[in-house]
C-alpha cells in the first residue's frame, strides 16, 4: 500500500477531497451528527497520522487559509450592523468575560497544575481565550446569522480574538525587548489608521465598482479580492490576517444585501469548496496516537492529562462566561447554548499562537501536541451545542411566527416589458418577500393580439427566461406566462386574478420622460383598475448602494386595509439593503409607524421627520441626494388618504425631482373589485382631464407671450 499511498497526484487529491466533500454529510446525517464534525473525522482518518491518504500538501496550507478567512468574512458580512449598534453594550460584556474567564482559569491551571512556566501559561490562556467561529456554518444553515445571539456571539469572538493577539504581541516584545510607550503608541496608530483607511477605501471603491460593472463573475471576484486586501493589509500591521477578513466583511456588509445574487454565490462557493478544506485540513493536523506516547519531557505530567486538563478548563471558562452572560441579559436558556456553542471551539487561530511561544522557546511539543489534540475535543463540542441550540431557537420562532405565516396571503405579480428594468424588479421582490414563506414570483408579459402576435410572444418568452435565470440566482422559483390581449392594462389585470395574486411590482416607463406620458401606456389603468398593492419603480444604480430610502407618507394613509403591508415591505426592504429609511409624515402617522418598526422590525435604522403639509412633498423631492431612493405613498381617487394634491405627482416629479431613483406605492385600499365595470365609474381614467389640459395648454402659451414680449 505504500506505493499507492500517499496520493500525490493532483488530480487524485482533489478528487479525493471533493468525495469526502459529497459522503461526509451524507454519513453523517445518519448518525444524526452534525457534519462538520464529519468533516475534521475524516481529515484524521486520511490524514498522516491516520492512514495517511492524503499528505497535507501546500494546497491543504492554501485552501485552509482561504476557509478560515472565509468563516470570519461570512461571519462580518452576514452581521446585523445595526443589531451590532445595538447590542454594543452586551458584546463588550460578553467580549471581557468569554476572554478573563478562561484566561484567568486556564493561566491558573497551567501554572500550579501542568507547571508550565508563567510565559508559556500566558501563551496557553490566550489559545483558550481566543476561539474561532468554525460552528458558524450551523448557524448559516439554519439561517440565524442576524439573531441578537449570533450577534453578540460573533461580535465576542473577534473582542476575544483581538486581545488574544494584543497580549500574545506584548510578550512577543517583552522577549524581544520591544515593549515601551513607543511600542503600543505605534500599534495603536496602526490599529486605528488601519481600520479608518479601509473602511474609506473599500466604501468608495466597492459603491463605484457595483456601480459600474453588473457581470456577476467580476463582481465576485471584486469581493473576494477586498477580502484578501484588507486581511493582508492587517497581517502587515502586525495583527492576524483573520481579523482583517472579519473587518472587510463588516465594511462590505452594507453593499451586499442577504437576498442578493452575489451573497448566493459568496455563500455557496464558500460552504461547497474553501470551509470543507478548512475542516479537512485541521483534522489533518491531529494525532491521536499521542494520547498512547509517554511524554519526551519527564518533568511533564503527560499528554493525556494535559489535553483533559485544557479542554476541561478552557471549555469551563467559556461555559461559565457563556452562561453568565446569558442571565445577566435575561436572555433563554437556548441562547446561552448558542453563546457556548459559537465561542468554545479552538482552531487554526489557537495552532498560530502555539507556534509563536515554539518559536521564542517558551513552549514545548507536548503543549503543542496537547493544543492540537484539544482542537479536535473543542470542535465536536462546539458543532454539537450549536448545532442543538440552533434547532431549539428555530422551532421556538416558528411556533412564534406561524400564525403569521398562515394569514399572509403574499404572492407577488412582476409584470415585464423592458429588458433594462428586468433586474430591478426581481431584485425588488426578493429584498421585499417573505423568506420563511418560501413562496414564488409570477412574471408576466403581455402582448399585444394582433399580427405580429407570434414574434412578440417569441421575444416575450426570452425576456422571462431572463427573469427566471435571475431570480434562480437568488434561489426564488417564478411561473411566468406570455399573455395575449387587446389591451396590456386588462391583460395584466386578468392575470392578477387568475393567479390570485396580493400585489404588483412594475416597472415605470422609460423610453419617454415628458409629463405627459409620466405613467406610460397603461399604469394608470392599472392601479385604477385594482384596489390591491401596486408598486411603479426606477432605479439606475444597485439597491445596495443606496443611502437611504426617503418615504413620503400622506395624512389619514393609517387607515387605509394597505397601511401595514406597504409598511411591512418598506422594511423588509431597508434591513435587507441595511440602509437608512426616513419617514416623512404627520405625527399621528409616523406614532404608528414608529410602533410597528419598534415592534417588528427593530434592527432597521428608521428616522422621522414631521411634515405637517403635502406641499413640503416639494422640498423632499428637491432634497433627496443622487445616493437615496424617494418613495411616494400615494392614494386612488376617492379612498380615505386622497388628496386633490395627488394629481399633481407627475408634474411635481418631473419638474421638481432630479434624482433617478423613486418609488410610487399605491396601497390597498377599498374599491371595487378587480373586474367591476360600471357607467358610473369606467375601469379606464384619462391621466389628465380636458379642462387640466387646457390650463396647461393655457399657461405654456401665456409664458410664451411673456418671453415675446420681453424679448
Keep these: 500500500m505504500s506505493e499507492y499511498f500517499p496520493i500525490t497526484s493532483p488530480t487524485m487529491v482533489f478528487f479525493t477531497v471533493l468525495l469526502i466533500i459529497l459522503f461526509a454529510p451524507i454519513v453523517m446525517s445518519k448518525l444524526r451528527i452534525p457534519h462538520i464534525i464529519g468533516m475534521v473525522l475524516a481529515g484524521v482518518i486520511i490524514g498522516p497520522y491516520g492512514f495517511n491518504i492524503l499528505e497535507r500538501d501546500a494546497s491543504f496550507e492554501l485552501f485552509g487559509r482561504v476557509g478560515l478567512l472565509y468563516i470570519m468574512f461570512l461571519a462580518g458580512i452576514e452581521m446585523d450592523l445595526q443589531g451590532l449598534k445595538n447590542d454594543i453594550r452586551k458584546i463588550g460584556i460578553f467580549s471581557l468575560a468569554s476572554f478573563l474567564t478562561p484566561f484567568i482559569m486556564m493561566y491558573l491551571a497551567g501554572v500550579h497544575f501542568l507547571g508550565y512556566s508563567s510565559l508559556a501559561s500566558v501563551i496557553l490562556s490566550c489559545v483558550m481565550a481566543a476561539n474561532t467561529l468554525i460552528a458558524y456554518p450551523i448557524v448559516a444553515r439554519f439561517g440565524l446569522q442576524k439573531h441578537t445571539t449570533t450577534t453578540i456571539s460573533v461580535g465576542a469572538s473577534m473582542t476575544s480574538l483581538l486581545l488574544a493577539l494584543i497580549v500574545v504581541t506584548a510578550v512577543e516584545g517583552s522577549i524581544l525587548g520591544g515593549t515601551g510607550v513607543a511600542f503600543w503608541a505605534l500599534f495603536v496608530a496602526k490599529f486605528v489608521l488601519y481600520c479608518a483607511a479601509i473602511q474609506y477605501f473599500l466604501r468608495i471603491a466597492t459603491r463605484w465598482f457595483l456601480r459600474s460593472y453588473s457581470d456577476s463573475v467580476m463582481q465576485y471576484i471584486f469581493v473576494l479580492g477586498m477580502m484578501f486586501f484588507s486581511a493582508a493589509i492587517s497581517e502587515f500591521i502586525g495583527i492576524d490576517g483573520i481579523f482583517g477578513a472579519f473587518f472587510s466583511g463588516l465594511v462590505l456588509n452594507r453593499f451586499i444585501p442577504q437576498v442578493s445574487p452575489l451573497m448566493n454565490r459568496i455563500e455557496f462557493i464558500g460552504n461547497a469548496i474553501f470551509i470543507p478544506y478548512f475542516l479537512i485540513g485541521v483534522g489533518m493536523l491531529i494525532n491521536i496516537g499521542l494520547l498512547f506516547e509517554p511524554s519526551s519531557n519527564p518533568t511533564s505530567v503527560g499528554i493525556i492529562l494535559t489535553v483533559v486538563t485544557i479542554v476541561i478548563v478552557g471549555t469551563l471558562g467559556k461555559a461559565i462566561a457563556a452562561y453568565a452572560s446569558c442571565f445577566a441579559f435575561r436572555l433563554p436558556w437556548q441562547d446561552g447554548h448558542l453563546m457556548f456553542g459559537l465561542t468554545s471551539a479552538h482552531a487554526a487561530g489557537g495552532i498560530a499562537i502555539v507556534m509563536i511561544g515554539m518559536k521564542l522557546n517558551i513552549m514545548g511539543d507536548d503543549m503543542l501536541n496537547g493544543v492540537v489534540i484539544m482542537i479536535l475535543f473543542t470542535c465536536i463540542i462546539s ?329
Design 383 to 711: 458543532t454539537i451545542v450549536t448545532d442543538y441550540a440552533s434547532r431549539r431557537i428555530v422551532i421556538t420562532d416558528d411556533l412564534r411566527q406561524r400564525q403569521d405565516k398562515n394569514s399572509d396571503d403574499e404572492k407577488i405579480l412582476i409584470p415585464v416589458k423592458y429588458p433594462e428594468t428586468c433586474n430591478t424588479l426581481v431584485n425588488l421582490a426578493a429584498m421585499m418577500r417573505n423568506r420563511d414563506l418560501n413562496r414564488g414570483l409570477i412574471a408576466l408579459n403581455v402582448v399585444y393580439d394582433d399580427d405580429d402576435a407570434e414574434r412578440n410572444q417569441m421575444k416575450g418568452h426570452k425576456l422571462l427566461e431572463s427573469v427566471v435565470s435571475k431570480a434562480a440566482e437568488s434561489d426564488i422559483r417564478v411561473e411566468t406566462q406570455v399573455r395575449l390581449a387587446t389591451n396590456i392594462a386588462n391583460g395584466i389585470k386578468h392575470a392578477f386574478k387568475e393567479f390570485d395574486c396580493s400585489e404588483i411590482i412594475m416597472g415605470a416607463h422609460i423610453h419617454d420622460n415628458s409629463r405627459r406620458a409620466f405613467w406610460g401606456e397603461f399604469a394608470q389603468s392599472v392601479f385604477n383598475g385594482l384596489s390591491r398593492q401596486i408598486i411603479i419603480t426606477r432605479c439606475t444604480q444597485p439597491f445596495s448602494t443606496l443611502s437611504a430610502m426617503r418615504i413620503a407618507v400622506p395624512s389619514r394613509a393609517e387607515f387605509e386595509p394597505g397601511f401595514y403591508r406597504w409598511l411591512e415591505r418598506l422594511s423588509r426592504m431597508a434591513h435587507n439593503i441595511g440602509c437608512r429609511i426616513i419617514f416623512h409624515g404627520r405625527v399621528d402617522s409616523l406614532n404608528l409607524i414608529d410602533q410597528y418598526i419598534s415592534h417588528r422590525h427593530p434592527n432597521v435604522r428608521a428616522e422621522y421627520v414631521s411634515m405637517p403639509k403635502w406641499k413640503g412633498l416639494i422640498d423632499l423631492m428637491e432634497n433627496t441626494t443622487a445616493n437615496e431612493m424617494l418613495v411616494v405613498v400615494t392614494a386612488r381617487k376617492g379612498t380615505v388618504s386622497y388628496k386633490a394634491a395627488l394629481a399633481n405627482l407627475p408634474e411635481e416629479m418631473t419638474e421638481h425631482y432630479k434624482g433617478t431613483n423613486y418609488m410610487i406605492l399605491f396601497p390597498d385600499q377599498f374599491g371595487p373589485a378587480p373586474d367591476t365595470m360600471t357607467f358610473a365609474e369606467a375601469q379606464h381614467t384619462e391621466q389628465l382631464s380636458a379642462y387640466h389640459e387646457f390650463i396647461l395648454w393655457w399657461r405654456k402659451q401665456s409664458r410664451r407671450i411673456r418671453k415675446m414680449v420681453n424679448g
